[in-house]
T-cell receptor, first 112, second 113 residues
Framework: GQQLNQSPQSMFIQEGEDVSMNCTSS?????WLWYKQDPGEGPVLLIA?????ELTSNGRLTAQFGITRKDSFLNISASIPSDVGIYFC????????????FGQGTRLTINP | IAGITQAPTSQILAAGRRMTLRCTQD?????MYWYRQDLGLGLRLIHY???????GKGEVPDGYSVSRANTDDFPLTLASAVPSQTSVYFC????????????FGDGTRLSIL
């Protein structure tokens, strides 16, 4: 099936550092979503992007919809301990049924 | 607080037994989904429903069935559980079956022995 390549798979950073992760695909998407999942909970929507080139912020989080429609990135500025978790990108393909395609996730660990 | 409620939170089940995972949403969303999450495989769609009364197959539908008798409820049934169905199951919903964001419940952790 369709795949999203999410990188990095894991990150180990110091509190206060900025974080960047991205998703790429060979396919074109019309929507990009970024989720965060804490242990024992379901994914929670962080940011939704609907237009190529769109840049959207949610507090310390910023995400962009790539102009080629094949990629997206998520940045977290000045990381804090509660940012720990797994971050997933997801997208809807521009062609075909409206089924959400997920990346494999980026596991973020923060050293205080 | 509006959202999705899944039950049970966790379950240990003997192989061959029948099990129904429950999912209820109070957001009046038209579309609902069931995913399983496995280490290294991410989230995979099992079944979906784009509106009450209709369902469709996802990526990994074998061994599972669903029904959508009304807008709020979307139960997932394992007719005869097998160990490979050990997983964390998430129910999700979206306003409609389009590129609207999906909102997830907190999951059911199911172990088949």
């Amino acid at each position: 099936g369709q795949q999203l390549n999410q990188s990095p798979q894991s990150m180990f950073i110091q509190e206060g550092e900025d974080v960047s992760m991205n998703c790429t695909s060979s396919s074109i998407f019309n929507t990009w979503l970024w989720y965060k999942q804490d242990p024992g909970e379901g994914p929670v929507l962080l940011i939704a992007l609907y237009k190529a080139g769109e840049l959207t912020s949610n507090g310390r989080l910023t995400a962009q919809f790539g102009i080629t429609r094949k990629d997206s990135f998520l940045n977290i500025s000045a990381s804090i301990p509660s940012d720990v978790g797994i971050y997933f990108c997801a997208g809807f393909l521009i062609q075909g049924a409206q089924k959400l395609v997920f990346g494999q996730g980026t596991r973020l660990t923060i050293n205080p | 607080i509006a959202g999705i409620t899944q039950a049970p939170t966790s379950q240990i089940l003997a192989a061959g037994r029948r099990m129904t995972l429950r999912c209820t949403q109070d957001m009046r969303h038209n579309a609902m989904y069931w995913y399983r999450q496995d280490l290294g495989l991410g989230l995979r769609l099992i079944h979906y429903s784009n509106t009450a009364g209709t369902t469709g197959k996802g990526e990994v539908p074998d061994g599972y069935s669903v029904s959508r008798a009304n807008t709020d409820d979307f139960p997932l049934t394992l007719a005869s559980a097998v160990p490979s169905q050990t997983s964390v199951y998430f129910c999700a919903s979206s306003r409609d079956f389009s590129n609207q964001p999906q909102h997830f419940g907190d999951g059911t952790r199911l172990s088949i022995l």
